[in-house]
């Protein structure tokens, strides 16, 4: 018996995921109930400390709250679908990666079916999970969150972004968004220096503590774009920040000048309409608008 085994959890999907999130349960003492639709995928588990159920409904039965982790939302509601009965009066924390119009389905589908539903946004690696650096998003049902946070801290920082099941995941998908341009950057100056002889692993040596350092300029572009007035002194402006010397050289090296021509064309959409004094997050306003 240990000091967590009042709560009785179950986790449904024991894929990469899954199993992480279940082994970081049974490691932080809680009675661990798990379920995969196919079998072999409990064993390890098991040996630590789970108990393994042949059906969801059985692991449903079992959890106060059920921690879903499943392929996508096709899957969640395929498995949760039949169990609507069961799972009524329960607690439901979907971490399965959705997109926001479907968390908020899945949301209303729960209050219909008297589900307390809180939907999550993984922000780590499976590895990562209970680790420093690993955090999860959540959105939807309060009174789920703060009920099973000592739960739900096991698998990293829990953040809570209030009832809009849906914006867990917006902010989820904000966040990648951010980070596939970022890696696409990254590999655009790979590519860029590799004619002259750079080996990648050299130029990422280099342009990991520059891009560290450059995050630093967050926080100056959000003051800017919340206060509402492109024209505070201090930054850098549009007219400076033409990206002409950067494509030039990189269709001096041969290579395509796709990754930086997106942003110089977010740059020369505020500049042509007359904003080129005032300061760099102004191409935030070209996002905000689709272009043409
Ligand atoms: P896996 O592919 O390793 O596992 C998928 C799981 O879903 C398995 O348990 C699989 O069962 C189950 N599954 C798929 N379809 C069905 C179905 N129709 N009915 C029942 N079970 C089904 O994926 P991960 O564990 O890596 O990812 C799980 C979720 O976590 C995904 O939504 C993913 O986007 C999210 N996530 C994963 C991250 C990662 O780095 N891995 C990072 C952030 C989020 P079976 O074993 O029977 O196939």
Partial sequence: MNANSDVQVSVLGLGAMGSALA????????????WNRSP?????????????????GDAVRAGDVVIVCLLDHASVREVLGPLEGELAGRSVVNVTTTSPEQSREL????????????????????HMIGEPGASILYSGSGD???????VLDLFGDSAYFGADAGLASLYDLALLAGMYV??????????????????????????????SAMTGAFEGFAEVIDGGDYTVAGQ????FSDLGDLLAATSGQGISTEVVDMV???IRRQIDAGHGEEGFARIIESIRQQAD
Avoid: C, N
Avoid at 183 to 211: N, T
Avoid at 236 to 239: A, E, N
């Fill in 23 to 34: 082994g970081a349960l049974v490691r932080g003492g809680y009675a661990t109930t798990v």
């Fill in 40 to 56: 072999g995928k409990a064993d390890e588990l098991v040996a630590q400390g789970a108990r393994a159920v042949a059906g969801a």
């Fill in 107 to 126: 949301a209303a589908w729960a209050a219909g079916a008297g589900i307390a539903y809180l939907d999550g946004g993984i922000m780590a690696v499976p």
């Fill in 144 to 150: 789920v969150f703060d009920q099973y946070k000592p």
């Fill in 182 to 211: 970022m890696f696409a950057g990254f590999l655009h100056g790979a590519a860029m220096v590799a004619p002259a002889g750079v080996k990648a692993g050299d130029f990422a040596a280099r342009a990991a503590p520059w891009l």
């Fill in 236 to 239: 850098q402006s549009l007219h």
């Fill in 264 to 266: 110089q064309r977010l």
